[in-house]
Nanobody, 118 residues
Framework: QVQLVESGGGSVQAGGSLRLSCAAS??????MGWIRQAPGKEREEVST???????TYTDSVKGRFTISKDNAKSTLYLQMNSLKPEDTAMYYC??????????????WGQGTQVTVSS
């Protein structure tokens, strides 16, 4: 059974930084990532990383966010720099085979709130 527990969210001013962490037990070789959802908006895949360390980013965060994982600690990270008000959202840690987040075999954390003020 996979368990994902996020931490590190909070409130910052525009231009600030936050680092999200996701303690991921049982994720093994799953693809992992971060998905966010702002009020009134659809869910957005922010970044993914596969077992081999290959990362992807949505265009709006490229150059500002960095995804990484520490396999020894079974922890996924999202370093977020130069934060903008439009980054405000609930951020979810996800794990799934082949990054298929919406399959029956996907796992989601409870989410951590990120709020960026202008």
């Amino acid at each position: 059974q996979v368990q994902l527990v996020e931490s590190g969210g909070g409130s910052v001013q525009a231009g600030g930084s936050l680092r999200l962490s996701c303690a991921a037990s049982g994720a093994g070789t799953y693809c992992m990532g971060w998905i966010r959802q702002a009020p009134g908006k659809e869910r957005e895949e922010v970044s993914t990383i596969n077992y081999y360390g290959t990362a992807t980013y949505t265009d709006s965060v490229k150059g500002r966010f960095t995804i990484s994982k520490d396999n020894a600690k079974s922890t996924l990270y999202l370093q977020m720099n130069s934060l903008k008000p439009e980054d405000t959202a609930m951020y979810y840690c996800v794990a799934a085979y082949l990054c298929n987040w919406y399959s029956g075999g996907a796992y989601w954390g409870q989410g951590t709130q990120v709020t960026v003020s202008s």
